[in-house]
């Protein structure tokens, strides 16, 4: 896996949420000659981080994060990998600089999306004179491509399906809520929210099973950037799992933005979408 920016070569740490994101970013920038530090977020399902430096931090433990970034000359930071679990207010520790912006800190963290969370967690990073960089430009390998990505391209009633859904995320990013919305017939039938999209999709599979929905016509997944979405955190992302879950669903294929989204474990994602007769598209920025 081969990284896109000079920016490689120079110090960074990796917030790492759930998911495998955030060890394909680490492979990628320990290729590029700069082992990474690791901060892994407590509560999320990790990797395994022994062959890295590494710490484990809770969510609001900002002062020791500072720290430890401080102590080791490290300036340019990743956000990477999911955040299922908000920390306890009792768990707050910032730092001498954001205790006046405290109240507002807790307002966005009970009551606001993932987007707004997520925006905090930069600016408060930013605050102290950390640069965010995305996942994308060190792991660039793992943006979705545009047009079909493997052996099974969509139909003209898949594109139909993917136009609902397109619409449908758009609505549901623009309002922070979530990133993927299955669509079936020209009906959309599942948006995603907080659960993610391997809950929306196991809803899906579950509705088809109670007959709820058609159990003849697949249906598609598509799934969007928010239309307010720093694009240095969170990017739409699919792998085998995915496949997998959609699949089981009964759904025919899986679309995302060519860029904007990324692809895990692409070869083995490609493979499975290919044995289960389900089509991986990279939509073409701006179609929906």
């Known amino acids: 896996m081969s990284g896109t920016s000079a920016r490689e070569a120079e110090p960074v740490a990796i917030i790492a949420g759930n998911g495998r994101?955030?060890?394909?970013?680490?492979?990628?920038?320990?290729?590029?000659?700069?082992?990474?530090?690791?901060?892994?977020?407590s509560g999320e399902t990790g990797t395994d981080w022994a062959d890295f430096e590494h710490m484990e931090a809770d969510l609001g433990g900002f002062q020791p994060v500072v720290a430890a970034l401080q102590k080791r000359g490290i300036r340019k930071v990743v956000l990477s990998g999911g955040v299922r679990t908000r920390p306890e207010l009792k768990s707050l520790r910032p730092t001498a600089r954001l205790i006046w912006s405290l109240p507002v800190i807790i307002r966005k963290l009970r009551s606001g999306g993932d987007d707004k969370v997520l925006r905090m967690v930069i600016d408060l990073f930013e605050?102290?004179?950390?640069?965010?960089?995305?996942?994308?430009?060190?792991?660039?390998?793992?943006?979705?491509?545009?047009?079909?990505?493997?052996?099974?391209?969509p139909d003209r009633e898949d594109r139909s399906d993917i136009d609902a859904a397109a619409r449908a995320a758009h609505v549901i990013?623009?309002?922070?809520?979530?990133?993927?919305?299955?669509?079936?017939?020209?009906?959309?039938?599942?948006?995603?929210?907080?659960?993610?999209?391997?809950q929306m999709l196991a809803r899906v599979r579950a509705m088809r099973e109670a007959g709820r929905i058609s159990r003849k016509r697949r249906g598609v997944l598509v799934k969007l950037c928010k239309p307010q979405q720093d694009l240095r955190a969170d990017l739409p992302s699919i792998g085998p799992e995915t496949?997998?879950?959609?699949?089981?669903?009964?759904?025919?294929?899986?679309?995302?933005?060519?860029?904007?989204?990324?692809?895990?474990?692409?070869?083995?994602?490609?493979?499975?979408?290919?044995?289960?007769?389900?089509?991986?598209?990279?939509?073409?920025?701006?179609?929906?």
């Open 21 to 41: 994101l955030p060890f394909y970013v680490a492979e990628a920038a320990r290729e590029a000659g700069t082992p990474p530090f690791i901060i892994q977020l």
């Open 127 to 153: 605050r102290h004179g950390f640069e965010i960089i995305a996942a994308q430009d060190i792991a660039g390998d793992l943006l979705a491509t545009a047009g079909t990505l493997g052996a099974v391209a």
């Open 173 to 198: 990013g623009s309002m922070d809520i979530g990133q993927g919305a299955v669509s079936l017939g020209g009906r959309v039938v599942a948006l995603e929210g907080a659960e993610g999209t391997d």
């Open 243 to 288: 496949v997998r879950a959609a699949a089981a669903a009964g759904l025919g294929g899986i679309a995302v933005e060519a860029g904007r989204a990324l692809v895990l474990d692409r070869a083995e994602a490609i493979a499975e979408a290919d044995g289960a007769g389900l089509f991986l598209l990279g939509l073409e920025p701006g179609m929906n």
